[in-house]
């Protein structure tokens, strides 16, 4: 890339680290770094109030929640968060619960991600004296192969191109941004499901006290609890699909149809505040770094929302980027810095990248295989279903994989 040069701009800063994104990623990884006392800054393009309302994931496992509280990040979500300890199959007209908390004392904690930014974000700002500027315009990202890499963008309040010189870059603004594509070298993996999800957002209260997974002939449908008033479904609908295509008695009633199973109540019908279709797609960037540039959650794979496990990711990217960011910069300090963490990053984190990845191939076919018009993979989906209820050992390998629990971070 060649050298910065905007003559008109104000005086540069300078900073250890500068962190694009202002997600759960990009805000962990600025909170890790003002404990350890490294200065830096997070640009988002989004305003503030966006962000801490922006509606996305709710599930968080419990190896992540004990990771953010060892960085005193968890106070808010351990006393408001609920806890998950068992899930539910719907198929055949019947119901199977699956409680993985009495098969390995762990559980979920559902927290809205919205609420855990607000949390990230009051904590980076208010209490750890970190910077965050908001509503920044065309981000660029240069020289990262060198030991000068910089971050410019247009400034939200004068308009003119300003310019941050550090040391690295965390690049966590997601799949649409910028950091993604300024990696010079690697590959991207892709996957397409070819199928839509319809992500509905209800103010509704849940119908069960836990996930429920409805597996049907005319396609997926789920239930995901965020609070007792409001809950997350999902509707498998073709990709590309119009949300305008789904009125508020459609969805009703393919929620009804969809869940049915002898014994259970029906969803609690409530207005609809969300409504998008997701198109089923995963990918990973292979290495997640170049030079002083690091990627870390979406930025650098996305998991569709099959397994919940997009969240999960991205902070565990982003504990292992902040680590080792203070163990870098704390010994520049001083004796020199440690670079073993910062050079096993990408490969350390693609181990579980690629487990997720697995993961949600295997129960995408459990969610979608009777839906697919071919008897050969109906079959075989509800024969994974039925083991999962009669093998202990199936049982006890989904639970591990369904709790992120096969390695710690």
Known sequence: MTPLQHPNSPAPERVSVVVVGAGPAGLTIGNILRRAGVDCVVLETETRE???????????????????????????????????????????????????GELTGRHHFI???????????????????????FGVRDVRVHDVDTDRPSVSYLCPRSGRRQVVHCDFIAGCDGARGVTRKALPAGRTARHDYGIGWLSLLAEAPPSSDCVLFGIHQDGFAGQMPRSPEVTRYYLQCPPG?????WPHDRVWAELRRRLAADGSPEPVEGRLIEKRVL????????????????????????VAPIAAKGMNLALHDAFLLGDALVARLHGEAGEGGDDSALAGYSEACLRRVWDYQEFSQWLSEVYHGPAAGEPFRTGTALARLRRLFASPVAAAAFAEQYLGTAERY
Request: proline share 4%.
């Open 279 to 302: 198109d089923m797609h995963d990918y990973v960037v292979e290495p997640m770094a170049s030079g002083r540039l690091f990627l870390a959650g979406d930025a650098a794979h996305l």
């Open 50 to 100: 966006f962000i801490e309302g922006r509606q996305r994931a709710g599930v968080i496992e419990e190896w992540a929640v004990l990771a953010l509280q060892e960085r005193g990040l968890a106070e808010n979500l351990l006393s408001r968060a609920e806890r998950h300890t068992a899930c539910e199959f719907r198929f055949e007209g019947h119901r199977q619960r699956f409680s993985y």
């Open 111 to 133: 927290y809205p991600q919205p609420m855990l930014v607000t949390d990230l974000l009051r904590e980076y700002t208010d209490v750890r004296g970190g910077t965050a500027t």
């Open 241 to 245: 699909d119009d949300p305008e295509n």
